[in-house]
């Protein structure tokens, strides 16, 4: 047991203040990721900072005609929202492909795309892994690699990024709004999370001193055709082995506008926004997908375990797109 100290932020230059105190120190939101970690020893903060009651539960339209989902509402009532379920269903349907009902009831909107990554050997202390300690070594690498990333990784980490509902923002161009000690500023959640490259302890761009206060989405919500489809070794309470969410605007038989992002293949929500280009003025067909398909997945890289998951990221690619093209429900 590790002890820690304990502070209730009453508003957001509190929750700042308390975390630029220097120690260190964490910020609890519904705390379904953190505990688990602290019980485990992978965090070991010595101060916990409660963020959970500072008002920043609201979901209200922005004045460029899009949603400002508050830092801390709830996973399920995003999802379950009126605005969400009509204007963005890419966003709910993400949402509720993940964890269970009761996590949901308590993870939040700023939580949820911090969450870390699920690699085994992170969770392990007793192996050697460089995101929890920098210069000790990639365990996974020439390990049990299963469920790890196939694009953008580096020698030193081959870790996915676990949040479903992340890769959904991603596909639908949402911004990160920030506070910290110099003031505000908002990132756009293409550029939130990072690869690992040399330094796999940074899982985002969110400085150390800061807190998400809300999340926007542009007005544009794709509602028509739209789908999230996750690929996982169980139809509940697994997370994605690959997923895609993708969004499309197609008029007559054209496809007009197309995002599409993938999760479960690496360190962050995959996304390029030149191949979604390349579908622009094509009819939606297997044959536009599949090719479609091989920009977005172009130099993936297996290491023995997950060398599946690339004919597998393809294979959903296409057949997230043909759903979606087609209003079709998911089976
Ligand atoms: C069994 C299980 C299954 C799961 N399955 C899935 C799944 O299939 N898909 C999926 O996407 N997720 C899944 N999850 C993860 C779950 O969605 C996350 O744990 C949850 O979203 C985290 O939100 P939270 O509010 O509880 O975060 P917390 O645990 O409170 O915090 C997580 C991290 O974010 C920081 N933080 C929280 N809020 C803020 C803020 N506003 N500003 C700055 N920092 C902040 C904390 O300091 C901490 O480092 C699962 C979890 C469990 C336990
Ligand atoms: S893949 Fe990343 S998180 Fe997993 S052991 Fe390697 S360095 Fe650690």
Known sequence: MNSFTYARAQDVQMAIAEKTSGTETKFIAGGTNLTDLMKV???????VVDIRRLPLKQITETESGGLRLGALATNAETAYHELVETRYPLLAKAILAGASAQLRNMATNGGNPLQRTRCYYFYDTATACNKREPGSGCSAINGFNRIHAILGTSEHCI???PSDMAVALTALDATVNVSGPNGERSIPFLEFHRLPGDTPHLDTNLGADEIITSIDLPAKGFAEYNTYLKLRDRTSYAFALVSV???????????????IALGGVAHKPWRKPEAEATLVGKEATPENFKLFARELVAGAKGFGHNDFKIELAHRAIVRALLQAAKKEALI
């Open 245 to 259: 969410a993708a969004a499309l605007a197609i008029e007559g038989d054209i496809i007009k506008e197309a995002r």
């Open 159 to 161: 870790a996915v990024h």
């Open 41 to 47: 020893n992978v965090e070991n903060p010595t101060h």
